[in-house]
DNA sequence: CACTTGACCTGTCCGC
DNA sequence: TGCGGACAGGTCAAGT
């Protein structure tokens, strides 16, 4: 779910809350979700301070002083939220859940509230100069992976339901060879997504639906299910179309509505559809101003068809069938 | 190489 | 109310 849009806009929240700070501890539950030597951990992140936070495709990068990075997928259903002050803040979670009736308390409110808890919570116990700071703690907490804790004590939690997304620590010069990295495409909201590169990076695809072309992070990098149903009803071409049966005109559409879904939702903080949120681990606005994707059922903002929910590319795929005419041969 | 499908996980929702 | 199964969808590995 953290496609291009969520994953900038975590960016830039860490970009102004984790500049500057120094690493004091790194605590994880799992080798899945923090794949890292406790030996390179503790020479390489503890002590180093947070230098840059930068994006690529979904990947978050993390640079640290020390010329290694932190570099993070949160697949579906990881967030990275920072808490500079979680005392004060479980408390004033506790104050409000009191003053509420159950009804109001939505599950990402008490899913916040514990973990500020666990955050405090005599669990984190190996600190700075520990030799098992970086091994697996005890976290009473089901989905924090991975808690960084600061010289302030203010933390940024990884959290990740299901175990897909990933935080490794690797030197900063090789995060580009990394081999996802390596056959990445263009970033769409730069100056090299032209209509050629685009044009050309899909073609390759001749034989599949464009859906699947473009949900093809080599073709190009950050489209994710959401903004692919967004852009393809925005260009009005049916995701099942096949490649070869658009013509670059067509194409060049697509790529217009392609940049602009991506620079909305980054306008509206992104999409919350489950369970983004951003650093402040708030959530984004963009689904408020989808035009199709959850959409089901609901009237075409173009035509006032009812909009259908599919299967394409194995994905659930939202289209109004009026204004997305299906035209394979 | 091009393309499709299933696996990886866990939580939620829906029908019985 | 409990319970099994479908579903969510980013990426990789294994299949055709």
Redo the contacts with the bound molecule.
Sequence with gaps: ???LPEVETVRKGLESLIVGKTIKSVVHDNE?SFPNDPAIVSQFAINSDVSLVKRR??VLLIELSTEYTLMT?L??TGQLVFVADATKQAQNLKHEIRNKSKKEID?DFEFRASNLEFAESDSIRFGAGHPNHSLVGNLPD??TRVTIIFEDDSKLFFND????GWMKLLPTALVAQE??MVKLGPEPLELEFTDQVFISRVR??????IK?AI?D?TVLAGV???YADESLWGAKIHPATLVRNLSDKQLSVLRREIIYVLRLSIEKGGST?RNYVNAEGKRGSYIDFARVFRQENKPCPRCQTIII?TRV????THICLICQKHKNK
């Design positions: 779910m953290p496609e899945r495709a979904k997928h697949k579906m599950a089901k989905s339901q299901r175990k897909f081999p996802f390759r695809r001749a034989n599949t639906s699947a949900l992070q994710g299910n959401i559809d929910k590319a194995g994905r659930g």
